[in-house]
């Protein structure tokens, strides 16, 4: 007998504003689920809370506390019902009605091409725009011509599936419009071509900014923090510790460290990488910005992890994703600056969720004017990254060619998420600014979560 499809993804909202909603999902195990139900979670701008995880290796139990951030974002539920269903192993032939979402052929690849006046702050409001529309940016390529307009190649996947008809694609077309207003030119919705394939390899990198991002040694960066500030220093703590004698079957892995976002996916990503399963599992609630994660695992033969190498390799990686969610830095161009981010891209090819959303929003927040962007897949210390670059315009604001500035926006012996970037960034303006921007010590967490 099977589930039915309504017991197998519950969501109950929150009775009072501000409330968490309660997503709890019941169906057969998999390794990796964890992860993907954690990255349909934050591609729909929400937060994870808290949560608690139980499998008897066959059929599992996943309760998610979640709140939308910003809270005035309009989740649309039965989306994100539908988007969960698609990634839970059927319950019975009749599971799923949508079976095309479970099917292995990726989805199909659309290109968006945007014709703009330039303005500050417009990438941002598009990508907005395919976020709302549970629209998944892939690549993109972003020009500015010497006559002050932009063009905008967005290469986008659906979550709905739906980009094949018109009215999907009308729908599209109707909401940038609407958001851009006068500063649209024109906008173009079609299949993607070989330009595609094209896009996939990344243009070069600077040996000292590749360096910078994929070096194999940003755990010894914890040891060099005696300049930093108590809130500074703070971020870069994390612990892994193990623990073989309270199970018989199972290797307790007790995790701790400053709460930051995606952290649980994070987590669930890289054990998913290593083909771990996780029997039990709690993410407590954040406790003086710090969390608490307790996680009981077994090797996908049954066994417990006893070889001290896999332990080794394993609090390794976690401890790094942990420090490390994304890697930043600012590299000369000539007379451009240069922005780099890059995160790890899942062993399945899937990209960090919404990691373009939260730099361009970073950037339109500092005043800060992007001359060209780019995203592209790049091969590095045994892994692939998404790399995401971006050619900054000199703001009144903040001059981007002072160098102490600079420094402050980057420094290599500690800053590695672009959030504490920003942080340090923001640090230099005047006060008045932290009235406007959110990336203050204060509000660092809140911002971030």
Same mark, same amino acid.
């Given at each position: 007998?099977?589930?039915?499809?309504?017991?197998?993804? #519950?969501?109950?909202?929150?009775?009072?504003?501000?409330? &968490?909603?309660?997503?709890?999902?019941?169906?057969?195990?998999?390794?990796?689920?964890?992860?993907?139900?954690?990255? @349909?979670?934050?591609?729909?701008?929400?937060?994870?809370?808290?949560?608690?995880?139980?499998?008897?290796?066959?059929?599992?139990?996943?309760?998610?506390?979640?709140?939308?951030?910003? +809270?005035? #974002?309009? @989740?649309?539920?039965?989306?994100?019902?539908? /988007?969960?269903?698609?990634?839970? &192993?059927?319950?019975?032939?009749?599971?799923?009605?949508?079976?095309?979402?479970?099917?292995?052929? *990726?989805?199909?690849?659309?290109?968006?091409?945007?014709?703009?006046?330039?303005?500050?702050?417009?990438?941002?409001?598009?990508?907005?725009?395919?976020?709302?529309?549970?629209?998944?940016?892939?690549?993109?390529?972003?020009?500015?011509?010497?006559?002050?307009?932009?063009?905008?190649?967005?290469?986008?996947?659906?979550?709905?599936?739906?980009?094949?008809?018109?009215?999907?694609?009308?729908?599209?077309?109707?909401?940038?419009?609407?958001?851009?207003?006068?500063?649209?030119?024109?906008?173009?919705?079609?299949?993607?071509?070989?330009?595609?394939?094209?896009?996939?390899?990344?243009?070069?990198?600077?040996?000292?900014?590749?360096?910078?991002?994929?070096?194999?040694?940003?755990?010894?960066?914890?040891?060099?923090?005696?300049?930093?500030?108590?809130?500074?220093?703070?971020?870069?703590?994390?612990?892994?510790?193990?623990?073989?004698?309270?199970?018989? $079957?199972?290797?307790?892995?007790?995790?701790?460290?400053?709460?930051?976002?995606?952290?649980? !996916?994070?987590?669930? /990503?890289?054990?998913?990488?290593?083909?771990?399963?996780? $029997?039990?599992?709690?993410?407590?609630?954040?406790?003086?910005?710090?969390?608490?994660?307790?996680?009981?695992?077994?090797?996908?033969?049954?066994?417990?992890?006893?070889? &001290?190498?896999?332990?080794?390799? #394993?609090?390794?990686?976690?401890? +790094?994703?942990?420090?490390?969610?994304? /890697?930043?830095?600012?590299?000369?161009?000539?007379?451009?600056?240069?922005?780099?981010?890059?995160? *790890?891209?899942?062993?399945?090819?899937?990209?960090?969720?919404?990691?373009?959303?939260?730099?361009?929003?970073?950037?339109?927040?500092?005043?800060?004017?992007?001359?060209?962007?780019?995203?592209?897949?790049?091969?590095?210390?045994? /892994?692939?990254?998404?790399? !995401?670059?971006?050619?900054?315009?000199?703001?009144?604001?903040?001059? #981007?060619?002072?160098?102490?500035?600079?420094?402050?926006?980057?420094?290599?012996?500690?800053?590695?998420?672009?959030?504490?970037?920003?942080?340090?960034?923001?640090?230099?303006?005047?006060? $008045?600014?932290?009235?406007?921007?959110?990336?203050?010590?204060?509000?660092?967490?809140?911002?971030?979560?």
């Amino acid at each position: 007998m099977g589930v039915h499809s309504d017991d197998v993804v #519950l969501i109950q909202k929150g009775k009072q504003p501000g409330e &968490p909603c309660v997503i709890t999902v019941n169906c057969p195990d998999k390794t990796g689920l964890g992860c993907d139900l954690c990255r @349909i979670i934050l591609e729909f701008g929400l937060c994870i809370t808290r949560g608690d995880v139980s499998t008897d290796g066959r059929w599992c139990y996943v309760v998610l506390w979640v709140v939308p951030h910003p +809270v005035s #974002l309009t @989740i649309s539920w039965g989306n994100l019902k539908n /988007r969960l269903l698609s990634v839970c &192993p059927s319950c019975s032939v009749s599971f799923y009605f949508n079976q095309h979402s479970s099917r292995s052929t *990726p989805s199909p690849v659309y290109l968006l091409k945007l014709f703009c006046l330039n303005r500050k702050g417009l990438l941002h409001d598009v990508t907005q725009v395919l976020c709302e529309l549970e629209l998944t940016i892939q690549r993109v390529k972003v020009m500015t011509t010497p006559d002050g307009r932009v063009m905008d190649l967005f290469f986008i996947t659906d979550g709905m599936e739906l980009l094949h008809t018109k009215k999907r694609q009308d729908e599209t077309c109707e909401q940038l419009n609407s958001v851009l207003g006068e500063s649209c030119v024109s906008c173009e919705l079609q299949l993607a071509g070989p330009e595609y394939e094209i896009q996939q390899e990344f243009s070069s990198i600077l040996p000292v900014a590749a360096e910078e991002l994929f070096g194999c040694e940003l755990l010894d960066k914890e040891t060099r923090t005696q300049a930093l500030s108590a809130d500074l220093t703070k971020l870069k703590k994390a612990s892994v510790t193990i623990d073989n004698s309270l199970s018989p $079957a199972h290797t307790l892995f007790q995790m701790h460290c400053v709460d930051q976002k995606c952290l649980l !996916y994070d987590i669930m /990503r890289t054990l998913k990488d290593c083909n771990i399963q996780i $029997a039990y599992g709690r993410y407590s609630s954040s406790m003086n910005d710090y969390r608490d994660v307790d996680l009981f695992l077994q090797q996908t033969d049954g066994k417990k992890i006893v070889d &001290p190498e896999k332990q080794s390799t #394993l609090c390794s990686r976690l401890k +790094v994703e942990m420090l490390h969610p994304l /890697r930043v830095t600012i590299a000369n161009r000539g007379p451009d600056t240069e922005l780099l981010v890059a995160n *790890p891209v899942e062993l399945s090819g899937k990209g960090r969720p919404r990691v373009f959303y939260d730099v361009t929003l970073a950037l339109k927040m500092l005043g800060i004017c992007i001359f060209s962007a780019e995203i592209g897949r790049y091969s590095a210390s045994g /892994r692939q990254w998404e790399v !995401y670059k971006f050619l900054l315009e000199e703001s009144h604001e903040f001059r #981007l060619s002072n160098s102490q500035a600079r420094t402050q926006v980057v420094d290599r012996d500690y800053s590695s998420s672009l959030c504490e970037r920003v942080l340090v960034f923001s640090s230099s303006l005047q006060q $008045a600014a932290d009235e406007v921007l959110p990336f203050t010590i204060p509000n660092l967490r809140e911002w971030w979560k």
